[in-house]
C-alpha cells in the first residue's frame, strides 16, 4: 500500500505533524508499537511557547485542558535547590502547567484522527528505507513487525529517541548522538511521601557532574526523576537512590525504576535523508539546559507537515529546514553554550554560582525559559507559528 506520508510515531511530534498534513488534504497513515492512551516518562511541564502553540495549531486553551483533566496542575512560582539549599526562588510572569502525559498525547492524537489522518497502533516499524527524493521508483518504505511493507511519497520519522527511521540514515553519527544521550529516572509518588507540601516545581542541581533533579506537582501525585548524560559509568539508579535520601523519601515507598533515553543537546543540522524527515526526540530537538522537550516534539513536527503539504511534489527537506535553522536550532545551540558554561561553572565553584546566575535577572531568565526571549543573549524572540 502507499501512502502520501506515512508517519512512525504517535506522540505529540508525529501528531502535530498528521494534523498539519490531514488538513492539507494529504493522505496520512499514523504508526505507532502501542495503544493511546500510553504511560509516558515525563514531567508534563508545559511552557508559555507550549500554551501558544497547542492553542494555535489544536485550538485547545490550557483552561480547556484543565477542565477535561489533561492539565492537572499549574504553578506561577519556582525553586532551585542544591543540597546546601535553596539557591533561588520567585514568581513567574507566566505560569508553568503540568499535563498528564498519557491523556496529553491521546488527545493531540485525536484531533489528528478527526482531521482524516488514518491511525494505527501495535504497529511496531522494525526497518526502513527513507527512499530517493525525485526517483519515484524509489518511495520511502517502511517494514512492520508482522512483515507488512508500506510504502509513501514521504516518510517522518517521529519514533522517539531511539528512533528507527533516524537509524535508517547512512550519514548519521551514531556514536555521538550515543554519547549525548543522557539516562532519565522518574517515579511518581504520593505527595505524603515527601517531607513538606511540593506546590510548585523543584529543580534541584549539584548532584550530577552534567545533569539535576526535579520534583513536580502532578495531580494526585508528585513526579520525582533525574536526568543527565553518563559520565565515567556512572550508575544511574544508584544516584537515584542518593537523590530519594536526599530529599528524605522514605525507599520502601519508591515503586521499581523505569527509566527512558533523552536527547540532551545532540539536534541533527540536516534531519533528512531522501524522502524522510526527523521530528521531535528523533532529530535531537530536545532544549539542552532543561530537558524541554514537549515544545520542541510539537514546533518540529509542525514544521515538517507544513513543509510537506507545502512542498507539493517538490523536496519538502529545504522548506523544513529553513524552518529549523529560523526557529529551532540557534535556541538549542544556544541553550547548549549555556548548559556547558553553568555546569562547569558548578563543578568550579559549586551550585551558588548557578544561583548566583539565576539572581541576576530572574524575570528575564524565566522569560527565556517561556520562549518570549531567545537563549541567544536573552532577545525578544518571535516564533514562526505564531505568525502564519
Known sequence: MRHDVIICGCGPAGATAGLALARSGRSVLMLDKTDFPRPKLCGGLLTWKTARLVETVFGETMADLTAAGIVTNASDRFVIRSSRGVLAQGALLHPFHFADRARFDARLLEHAQRAGAQIKTKSRVTACDPGKAGDDTHPARVTLADGTVLEADTLIGADG?????????????????????????EVALAPSALPEPVDCPQLHVGLLEAGYGWVFPAGESVLVGICGLRRNNVNFSSLFRDFIDYLKIDPAVVPPLRGHPLPYGNALDDPTCGRALLAGDAGGFVEPLF??????????????????AEASGRASSPLYIDRLRRDILPELRWSDR????????????????????????????AEMVHGLRSFAWLRRKRWSFLEQ
Do not use: H
Not at 548548559?339 to 531568565?365: D, H, I, K
Open 291 to 308: 530537558g524541554e522537550g514537549i515544545f520542541y516534539a510539537l514546533c518540529t513536527g509542525l514544521y515538517a507537515g507544513q513543509a510537506v
Open 161 to 185: 529517541a531511539n528512533s528507527v527511521v533516524r537509524n535508517s540514515f547512512p550519514g548519521i553519527d551514531k556514536a555521538r548522538f550515543a554519547r549525548n544521550m543522557a539516562p532519565a529516572i
Open 338 to 365: 549555556l548548559r556547558w558554561l553553568l555546569f562547569r561553572s558548578m563543578q568550579l565553584a559549586g551550585p551558588r554560582s548557578l544561583g548566583l546566575f539565576v539572581n541576576s535577572g530572574p524575570s528575564r531568565l
